[in-house]
């Protein structure tokens, strides 16, 4: 399934996020599922989107909401039947929609049969060999065998009581402690996810996206993490012969099957070593992702990005926000625009009507980008941040790890507003007597759905429109760009065919450059001036 060039879809697509648990609740108990899904692929289809990628649906404690999965093979009661995902798979098909499947290869849930095992076997059991268990420090063993510092913050090992209840051996979570670490190192582990993988593309899903993906391979030496030395499990060198096997598994499937990855690297050579032609077909941007409103430092994440991915051949992907960090109506609303997890805080002052002005810009830049456009559900409605969520009710572990200090990130994963004039906005079945499980702002009446529908001036018009030209134009999607000359404070580039988009991130109105047509803009533009955080689509002469 390629384009009509003959170019593979993964290289320019629009790439839609689904979290299930918030997207859309199909039998009333409060929690997004597939039956929700598929009653609102109509939605999705009307959007112009190329694909869909799911966060994890498999059966799992939820712990950390999914991403600690106890059987990679089924899908959890509270999402559905594995039937039914295989008939959503066939319905976006039949609407032109690829699928792609979250698949977490780092940890596991301690609910896993393999983990269950290695606890119930005690010190001698075979399935110990398949995580990092090892002993402590210390005379008695009470010691932590590192002191590595976890991802959601807090420690990374946890002991475990022997059969006879004497302590026993500690094991390793990067994540939650209910999320034990696989040993990479040993082949039955590397042989089950390239099952899984298999599994999967069966089913007919077009892609994979590989969460952690930098994480896999630890230094078994265990050495502490010091500065100016190689980090014990950031980015070792072992994690490419894995993604070169499963490269070998996913070419072997007709249809261009595509792996995804998340790697989280600042140093741009290093990420690219990922998408060399026998890996890693994309990975996430995070660089554009966190980058501040600000035109200098965005042309640099740009600039870099396309050089970074040029030697490997690879496409570009442009992420503005997903499941993890706050929605960017809410951070180009504050003093400081960018994003990053240790500044995380709660009470920051932002400035909601900048915020949606702004992201009505940025997702016209990052539509008009050369290579692949993702976009988290609720983004397409300008939806905010929630960030007045009881402290009860907040179920993101990263909140109680860091010591209440971050504030987890439940408020970008408030379930979506449909319809209607109050909660739970059409996200549940009329009449469904469970709230969702995550309580939504009375004020998204405003940003439902339905009440966006038809109205020009509106989020989710803005993008019906804007993905409607990029299917349209043959400069956007995969390609090259140029940049023209522009005020400070403004970014412009050509697109060939005919095409510039100008994005005036200055305090001040500037003029269009000479134009035939203006194709779409982000708000009203002031006769040929565009205005401060305000982007324009422009028809030109062809070079």
């Known amino acids: 399934m390629s384009t009509a060039d003959g170019s593979p879809w993964w290289r320019g697509a629009v790439i839609y996020q689904v979290y299930p648990r918030s997207f859309a609740d199909g039998n009333g108990d409060g929690i ?11 939605y999705l289809a009307a959007l112009g989107i190329d694909a869909i990628w799911f966060s994890p649906w498999y059966p799992s404690p939820m712990a950390d909401a999914g991403y600690d999965v106890a ?18 798979i066939a319905e976006a098909h039949a609407l032109g929609i690829r699928c792609i499947v979250d698949v977490v290869p780092n940890h596991c849930s301690d609910a896993h049969p393999w ?25 008695n063993g009470d010691q932590r065998p590192t002191d590595w510092v976890g991802e959601f913050g807090g420690p990374t090992w946890t002991r475990t009581p ?34 899984i993988l298999r ?5 007919g899903v077009d892609g994979i996206r590989i969460d952690s993906a930098g994480l896999l391979v630890k230094d078994a030496t265990l050495p502490e993490i010091v500065a100016d030395r190689p980090h014990p499990f950031h980015d070792l060198d072992g994690v490419h012969e894995i993604y070169r096997d499963w490269r070998r598994i996913a070419d072997a499937y007709p249809g261009d099957r595509a792996l995804i990855g998340e790697v989280w690297l600042p140093d741009r050579q290093r990420f690219a070593n990922y998408l060399r032609p026998d890996e890693l077909h994309a990975a996430f941007n995070f660089d554009f992702l966190g980058c501040a409103w600000e035109a200098t430092a965005l ?13 490997v051949g690879a496409p570009a992907t442009w992420v503005l926000a997903n499941h993890d960090v706050t929605r960017h109506v809410t951070r180009y609303g504050r003093a400081d625009t960018t994003f990053s997890f240790a500044a995380k805080r709660e009470g920051i002052p932002t400035d909601l ?43 993101d572990p990263m909140w109680e790890r860091s010591g209440r200090i971050d504030p987890g990130r439940d408020g970008c994963r408030v379930p979506l507003p449909w319809s209607g004039e109050a909660p739970p ?17 009375a004020d998204w009446k405003d940003r439902t759905a339905d009440a966006q529908a038809g109205d020009e001036r509106s989020m989710l018009e803005l993008y019906r429109a804007a993905i409607a030209v990029r299917r349209a134009e043959p400069a956007l999607g995969d390609g090259g760009m140029a940049w023209l000359p522009a005020p400070d404070g403004v970014l412009a580039f050509r697109r060939e065919p005919g095409f510039t988009c100008v994005v005036n991130l200055s305090g001040a109105a500037v003029p269009l450059p000479p134009h035939t047509e203006r194709l779409l803009a982000s708000g009203p533009l002031d006769d040929d001036l565009l205005p401060p955080d305000t982007a324009v689509w422009l028809r030109t002469a062809p070079a």
Not at 122 to 138: I, M, S, T, V
Not at 299 to 311: K, N, Q, V
Not at 356 to 384: D, I, N
């Open 32 to 42: 997004g599922d597939v039956a929700g899904i598929r009653s609102r692929l109509g």
């Open 71 to 88: 059987d990679y093979r089924d899908i959890d009661p509270v999402f559905g039947t594995l039937a039914e995902v295989e008939a959503l």
């Open 115 to 139: 983990f269950q095992a290695a606890l119930a076997g005690g010190p001698d059991a075979p399935e110990r060999e398949l995580f990092w268990f090892h002993p402590g420090r210390g005379p």
């Open 162 to 195: 022997n059969p006879d209840g004497t302590p026993g051996d500690w094991y390793l979570h990067l994540f939650a402690p209910e999320q034990p670490d696989f040993n990479w190192d040993h082949p039955r582990v590397r042989a089950e996810f390239e099952e």
């Open 199 to 203: 599994f999967w593309f069966d089913r």
């Open 299 to 311: 042309r640099e994440s740009i600039d870099g990005t396309l050089r970074a991915h040029a030697p």
């Open 353 to 395: 009507e900048l915020g949606t002005r702004r992201a009505r810009a940025a997702a016209l830049l990052s539509l008009s980008l050369p290579g692949a456009a993702y976009v988290y559900q609720g983004e397409e409605l300008g939806l905010w941040e929630v960030e007045d969520i009881p402290y009860e009710l907040r179920q």
């Open 425 to 441: 906005f059409g996200f549940s079945p009329d009449g469904s007597a469970r709230a969702p499980w995550l309580p939504q702002p």
